[in-house]
């Protein structure tokens, strides 16, 4: 049965994650760590690539954490000095900030709201919530038709072979993790149909094609 826990954020190392763990423990938030020695993951389409030590959380304490990092980091932001250096980001690259929280620090985040609150700019909490839910509906829209692998996989499917059982099952399974938490099909309905197909069709031909060779065999 698969962990209740998802990524919440990741770090570079375990020490960087210190914070956010011991905020965690204060407010009694159930978490889940993990360090990974690999640079990428196959499994989501959707990962921090250079990212070694990971924060897991249920899915319903995210928003919780979020608010949570971003009550401390606001007093930190009455400290910073005028030459940090979001000060010289635009407008717009400050509201893409808060749109791409979890490609950023919480810290960077609280920080480019106090700017654009400085400059006059809107940054309400309906602002930034439309914000966050057009780049998630961005996020998961799915990928392009897989054509080529899809004729690949009905190729190889037909002779028999592993990879067209792989690729059958990367079409009709694979998912994208989104920074909320959510996991969502990487590919069109359309494209699933077709890898559960490829899998079907490659189980069958890898059944006939070793009754055969046993066949030819004796």
Known sequence: MPSEFIQYQTFLTAEAAQPLLQLLKQQEIPFETSSDQHSFDPAFAYNATRAQFTV????QDFLTARGLEAAVNEQRTTEVEDDHYLFGFTDDELFDILAKPDEWSNFDVTLARRILQQRGRDVSEDTVQLLRQNRLAALARPEKSQRTWIVAGYALALLGGVIGLFIG???????KLLPDGRQVPAFAAADQT???RILALGAVSLVIWTALRWYLQE
Request: aromatic share 8%; proline share 0%; hydrophobic share 30%.
């Open 169 to 175: 099952w990367h079409l009709a399974s694979h998912k």
């Open 56 to 59: 897991k959380l249920r899915q």
């Open 194 to 196: 077709h890898g559960r």
